[in-house]
T-cell receptor
Framework: DQQVKQNSPSLSVQEGRISILNCDYT??????FLWYKKYPAEGPTFLIS?????DKNEDGRFTVFLNKSAKHLSLHIVPSQPGDSAVYFC???????????FGTGTRLQVTL | DAGVTQSPTHLIKTRGQQVTLRCSPK?????VSWYQQALGQGPQFIFQ???????QRGNFPDRFSGHQFPNYSSELNVNALLLGDSALYLC?????????????FGSGTQLSVL
């Protein structure tokens, strides 16, 4: 029962262009969504989050969009940089302090 | 300031054995959560400890148990190991409020069950 889905296992984007990573969820009880970035041999690190009462949250080059009716969120990275190459996990929870349910991840490669 | 430290980094066990993984939280953090990440999957929540008690638990069998010590460090124990227990085990710590934005992960322990 995959409650959080990332249907694109990988994505390749040229440096300077926009990267768009997508995530879908099925559990209507989720009210908080987060993106984590993971480099090889390191633990995931928090990137950006959004509450279900918002439809957009922006932090520098990173913007997360939430479409509650479609149960869909996306992470936009503009402009993409080679250092952004990593695995990105979408995660959801009920309340900001409750257990996280992760998607399977999308491997982003930013090419020169 | 050391972040979340986990030991050992790699471990090989055989089916039926028992294993103990250890985690020291980031300085100032009092809550520890454990996640299992199987190959090609996202991390899956096992359980969370604070004030030395299990507070939340994911969908894992009783073979998975834990402990938190007075210094906030934690252990994850898995009994009667199965091949399917092979995974990266991640420990994460957080401070007061246990906000997920303030969750810090360790680099994990890679467990291989043969």
């Amino acid at each position: 029962d995959q409650q959080v889905k990332q249907n694109s296992p990988s994505l390749s984007v040229q440096e300077g262009r926009i990267s768009i990573l997508n995530c879908d969820y099925t559990n209507s009880m989720f009210d908080y969504f987060l993106w984590y970035k993971k480099y090889p041999a390191e633990g995931p690190t928090f990137l950006i989050s959004i509450s279900s009462i918002k439809d957009k949250n922006e932090d520098g080059r990173f913007t997360v969009f939430l479409n509650k009716s479609a149960k869909h969120l996306s992470l936009h990275i503009v402009p993409s940089q080679p250092g952004d190459s990593a695995v990105y996990f979408c995660a959801a929870c009920t309340g900001t302090a409750s257990k996280l349910t992760f998607g399977t991840g999308t491997r982003l490669q930013v090419t020169l | 300031d050391a972040g979340v430290t986990q030991s050992p980094t790699h471990l090989i066990k055989t089916r039926g054995q028992q294993v103990t993984l250890r985690c020291s939280p980031k300085s100032g953090h009092d809550t520890v959560s454990w996640y299992q990440q199987a190959l090609g999957q996202g991390p899956q929540f096992i359980f969370q400890y604070y004030e030395e008690e299990e507070r939340q638990r994911g969908n894992f069998p009783d073979r998975f148990s834990g402990h938190q010590f007075p210094n906030y460090s934690s252990e994850l124990n898995v009994n009667a190991l199965l091949l399917g227990d092979s995974a990266l085990y991640l420990c994460a710590s957080s401070g007061r409020g246990r906000l997920n934005e303030k969750l810090f992960f360790g680099s994990g322990t890679q467990l291989s069950v043969l």
